[in-house]
């Protein structure tokens, strides 16, 4: 492609800033369009942000008439599947911010739509482009054996979001689904993305409804803690806890058992918000036995310069204009989302679910 691309915006909220100001630094990029449904926001936006070519919509179905190659889906979850199918259908390439969407059936919809209209449909999980999280890939691909268990999530002692992140109608799920799904993308990938065969899930939400805790108490549906046990195929198994909020300061290091070696990794960061992977990655720890003696190795955790958030919509874009497949592709984060769709359905009845993913 020998011209600029074309981007639109759909959803003109906090993290649509952060995907602006990510284009704005390419200069083979354009953004031409921004919908946001709260009548006004766009144009807004539009101003704050000096997207002096761009126009402003309050509606995405307006936005997508314009003549664009790609949208960055940036409303809340709920809202990520119609407005991600409606811009496949529409003939346009698709970065859709995390969790995917909230039920399986929504991400086998949009996963779909990506194929039929033969474009793009990649999901913003940033932390892939963290060197460290590559090194933990290849580590647990190459010195721990056959890794029959996994452990993984992460708590913030205090760190509940509110506005559109915690009532059913927008949010769709809590903490399970918003920093969750980074934590199960963590474990899945560096297995290559096992497929969930049952789930057997615990939710609750005990400080986000306690007006003591959180301003917006009252309208808070969503879970601020949950644990999980997730059979994977090849038999393996997945620990996944997370919290919001809680009275401690971890819920444990993700930790990775395999046959020949252990891996234990902690998030970096510290303060009521971190404890969670969308921070990175503290320290790496390696348990493997040396001649006859128990060892550990640390690992060290490469200190790097790159804007992860840049490098996730940069490959959008080369991706867009260089015809090439989706870098973190929506097919591979349906495993992901099978994942939190069966938390929710086994929370609600007090069950184990089975997880069936039905070819696409
Ligand atoms: N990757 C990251 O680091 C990161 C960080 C924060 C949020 N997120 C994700 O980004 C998404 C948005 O989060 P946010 O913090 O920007 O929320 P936000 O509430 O600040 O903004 C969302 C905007 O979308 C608009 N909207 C709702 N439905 C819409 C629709 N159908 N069409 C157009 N606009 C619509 C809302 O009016 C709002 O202005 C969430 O899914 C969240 O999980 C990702």
């Not at 252990?262 to 990175?280: E, N, R, Y």
Request: charged share 20%; net charge negative.
């Amino acid at each position: 492609m020998d011209r600029k691309v074309k981007i639109g915006i759909i959803g003109s909220g906090g993290i649509a800033g952060a995907h602006v100001r990510a284009y704005k630094q390419m200069p083979d990029v354009e953004i031409v369009g921004v919908a946001d449904v709260i009548p006004g926001k766009a144009e807004e936006f539009v101003h704050r942000h000096e997207l002096l070519d761009a126009q402003a919509f309050d509606s995405h179905l307006e936005l997508l008439e314009l003549d664009l190659d790609g949208v960055s889906v940036c409303t809340p979850n709920i809202a990520h599947h119609q407005t991600s199918v409606d811009a496949l259908n529409a003939g346009k390439h698709v970065l859709v911010e995390k969790p995917l969407a909230i039920t399986l059936e929504q991400g086998i919809e949009m996963v779909q739509a990506g194929k039929k209209a033969e474009k793009i449909l990649t999901v913003g999980f940033q932390p892939r482009y963290d060197p460290n999280m590559k090194a933990v890939k290849k580590i647990v691909q190459s010195e721990l054996g056959n890794v029959y268990y996994v452990q993984t999530g992460g708590g913030r002692r205090r760190g509940m979001p509110g506005g559109t992140f915690v009532n059913k109608s927008l949010a769709g799920a809590g903490a399970m689904a918003d920093i969750g799904c980074y934590s199960l993308d963590l474990a899945l990938n560096a297995l290559d993305y096992p497929k969930p065969l049952s789930v057997s899930a615990f939710t609750s939400n005990h400080f986000g409804t306690n007006p003591k805790y959180h301003p917006e108490a009252e309208k808070f549906e969503v879970e601020d803690f949950g644990v999980a046990l997730v059979r994977l195929e090849g038999g393996k198994v997945l620990n996944f806890k997370i919290s919001w909020a809680m009275h401690a300061d971890s819920l444990g290091p993700t930790l990775f058992l395999g046959t020949d070696a252990g891996l234990k990794l902690t998030p970096a960061g510290s303060g009521p918000w971190s404890g969670v992977w969308d921070g990175g990655i503290g320290s790496i720890t390696m348990f493997h036995d040396v001649q006859g003696h128990h060892t550990e190795s640390t690992i060290p955790v490469q200190q790097h310069q790159y804007d992860i958030f840049y490098e996730k919509v940069r490959d959008f874009v080369v991706a867009i204009k260089e015809d090439k497949p989706a870098p973190i592709p929506g097919e591979e984060i349906l495993i992901n989302q099978a994942i939190i769709d069966g938390i929710l359905r086994s929370s609600e009845i007090g069950k184990e679910v089975d997880i069936e993913i039905p070819e696409v």
